[in-house]
């Protein structure tokens, strides 16, 4: 049994509420959320694999987490990435709980988190990257794996990306937090034509030091790739090379990796 813990925590440190329970917490948290508040999400064993939900216009998120985490809840620039609905009004439900053992081992999307934020440690799937546009959060890298796929145009939600910023050395990281097997890789490239451009060419390099070279045509489908199966606990995705047209803003609305647990 894990002992499992939410917490809604302002910007003093002050516990305003909380809820605990074994395996499973199911948290109503009445009033409204001040800049500062976070979500603070404890458990009496780490390198497990939990399911959680921040905010239910949100949804959940399964997250491989390896200490306590903090969750911030966003407010002016930071809240453009989300719909207007999360984290509004006097009501909200949360929820967190131990995954079930068919749900962890199952061949899946081990990339996808709902709930990655920019600076977090102990909580995977997490993006990062070496550059994003002007540092804005409608162009983090951690837009890249949200589950959201609008990418016809761009800007905040639902048409939140990774902007690189025109830097032809721009590169992104997926870690997984642990050794995963994985065999394939989906890329959806934002669309926002004539506006944007896109790449013609992309690197996946993993942590086991090999890479795959990714061929990308001009869509606003999720373009799949099937790759040599490794272990790997990351890959970057990079060395990015742009189509030869007039628009100089290639961007990346969604990286997905599949494969499963060892």
Known sequence: ?????????????????????????????????AEGDQIVLTSSEHDIHLIWQVDDAL??????????????????????????????????????????????????????????????????????????????????????????YANYSHGGWPFESWGINRDPKAEMKVEFGRKVWVDCVKICLRADFPHDSYWTEGTVTFSDGSSEVLKFVKTDRVQTF??????????????????????????????EVYGKEL
């Open 226 to 255: 099937k790759i040599a199966p490794r272990e790997i606990e990351w890959i970057t995705f990079g060395t990015l090379i742009k189509a030869d047209d007039e628009s100089p803003f290639p961007a990346l609305t969604q990286i």
């Open 59 to 148: 949804g959940a998120a399964m997250c491989y987490v390896t200490e306590d985490i903090a969750y911030t809840i966003p407010f002016g620039e930071k809240k453009k990435v989300y719909s207007p609905k999360t984290f509004s009004g006097e009501r909200h439900y949360l929820y967190v709980r131990v995954a079930e053992e068919d749900e962890i081992s199952r061949y899946r999307n081990l990339a996808l988190n709902v709930a990655d934020q920019h600076d977090v440690k102990g909580c995977y799937p997490h993006a990062s990257a070496n550059v994003e546009t002007r540092g804005e959060s409608v162009f983090a890298a951690k837009n890249a794996i949200d589950g959201v």
């Open 1 to 33: 049994m894990a002992e499992l813990s939410l917490k809604i925590v302002d910007a003093n440190g002050q516990v305003l509420a909380e809820k605990s329970g074994e395996d499973r917490v199911d948290f109503v948290y009445r009033g409204e959320y």
